[in-house]
């Protein structure tokens, strides 16, 4: 992920009515603000329904994908921002030790197997991995959630950022792995943080 300097948002034409946690920034290449700090550029040959999150103690956005081509209608993937400041339970990772990690990677592996345990799902848990950066440490976890005849890989980010504790979720549907869990993956490395 990398961090540029935040210049003026541009008017959104396409703002529905009582959005507040995105924005939308670059039509034409698919760039939307989050939080006012976090960057996404969505592309590719997909479509994405865009809403908030404001489910305290979190807040953020959800972008949805789908197939440009109407495909099934089914969802492909979704990435979701989301700013976890105010759960207590949540880590903060940016100045945890690698000795930590196993003891936090436990924590999550609990509380996430606990949330998909009551919707009837099965976790297959991958583990969590600090990954060093030139200016922070982010906390990757990714784990399958089998639910019903499908299956679900999830990858969270954890960050901290200008004071806050930050998710960022990939989710995407295992059987397509290849094509559009690779363009969620790519989609959040090429995430931007804005100071």
């Given amino acids: 992920m990398a961090s540029l300097p935040s210049p003026e948002p541009l008017h959104d034409?396409?703002?529905p009515?009582?959005?507040?946690?995105?924005?939308?920034l670059d039509e034409r290449v698919g760039l939307f603000q989050v939080l006012g700090i976090v960057r996404l550029n969505l592309t590719g040959p997909?479509?994405?329904?865009?809403?908030?999150?404001?489910?305290?103690?979190?807040?953020g956005a959800t972008f949805s994908m789908f197939a440009r081509d109407g495909g099934n209608g089914a969802q492909l993937g979704s990435i979701a921002v989301v700013d976890s400041t105010n759960d207590a339970e949540e880590p903060w990772v940016g100045s945890l030790a690698q000795e930590d990690?196993?003891?936090?990677?436990a924590l999550?592996?609990?509380?996430?197997?606990e949330e998909w345990r009551k919707r009837g799902a099965r976790i297959e848990w991958m583990s969590s991995?600090?990954?060093?950066?030139e200016h922070f440490q982010a906390l990757v976890t990714a784990y399958v959630a089998h639910e019903g005849s499908g299956a679900q890989q999830m990858v969270a980010t954890r960050i901290e950022h200008c004071g806050r504790k930050l998710v960022l979720l990939g989710a995407f549907d295992a059987r397509e792995a290849a094509v559009a869990g690779s363009?969620?993956?790519?989609?959040?490395?090429?995430?931007?943080?804005?100071?």
């Fill in 13 to 15: 034409p396409m703002t």
């Fill in 17 to 24: 009515d009582g959005r507040k946690n995105y924005s939308l």
């Fill in 46 to 59: 997909y479509w994405w329904q865009t809403d908030d999150i404001d489910d305290p103690p979190y807040v």
């Fill in 101 to 105: 990690v196993a003891r936090v990677d």
């Fill in 108 to 113: 999550l592996r609990h509380g996430v197997t």
């Fill in 129 to 133: 991995r600090l990954n060093r950066l």
């Fill in 183 to 195: 363009h969620i993956i790519a989609t959040l490395r090429a995430a931007m943080l804005i100071s």
